[in-house]
């Protein structure tokens, strides 16, 4: 019979400090048990900032806004952002915006970077991930039509790669899942730089 785990080996609750579906259903897949607390923070880039260090300062600062206070648990946070050349493209304020950037995306390459932030005992550990992704040539009258089905509306650089936006694409290099909006491995590393090893991963749910 195992020996009952102690105090010390248990890793505090996890929170996804996040309103993001896709970031939930992410948690979901991988069996983790968590609760959800969105973070009000200023999301705004500052002007010149690149982008490895906006989506980094941005997710470290909505770990840190819900991490407040709650020394019992460990918080995780992301931010995307997709940039076409000097230019970064987050959520699209309407279609007409919406449909702007799929005109700057279509037949091109772009790149999408994703900052995740791990607050967890009183420490803070952050990373970036990048990954280019090719865009079809696209008319008009195909990009309207994406845009009216409404997926892309909340999404950084109007489009879903894991919706009906993954018929947009050509091809990624790098991580799917960061452009998804969160990248799985290096979220996974800074686990377990926040103590939670990767065999301990795959079993939270039984912890």
């Known amino acids: 019979m195992d020996s009952p785990m102690t105090l010390s080996a248990i890793f505090p609750p996890l929170v996804l400090a996040s309103g993001s579906p896709r970031r939930r259903e992410l948690f979901d897949e991988l069996g983790w048990p968590f609760s959800v607390e969105v973070p009000r923070v200023d999301e705004r880039f500052f002007e010149g900032e690149p982008p490895t260090d906006a989506v980094e300062r941005l997710a470290r600062m909505k770990a840190l806004a819900v991490a407040g206070g709650k020394p019992d648990v460990c918080v995780v946070a992301a931010d995307t952002v997709v940039a076409v050349g000097e230019t970064l493209l987050g959520k699209p304020t309407d279609r007409d915006e919406g449909l702007s950037m799929l005109r700057r995306l279509a037949g091109r390459t772009h790149e ?96």
């Open 112 to 207: 999408v970077f994703s900052g995740v932030a791990v607050v967890c005992r009183g420490e803070i550990f952050s990373s970036s991930e990048r990954t280019e992704v090719t865009f079809r040539p696209l008319s008009e009258e195909e990009m309207a039509a994406y845009v009216e089905t409404g997926e892309g509306d909340d999404k950084a650089g109007s489009y879903a790669i894991q919706g009906k936006g993954a018929l947009l694409v050509d091809s990624i290099c790098g991580c799917y899942f960061n452009v998804v909006g969160l990248p799985l491995a290096r979220l996974s590393r800074l686990l377990v730089k926040a103590g939670l090893t990767l065999d301990r991963q795959w079993r939270l749910d039984k912890e």
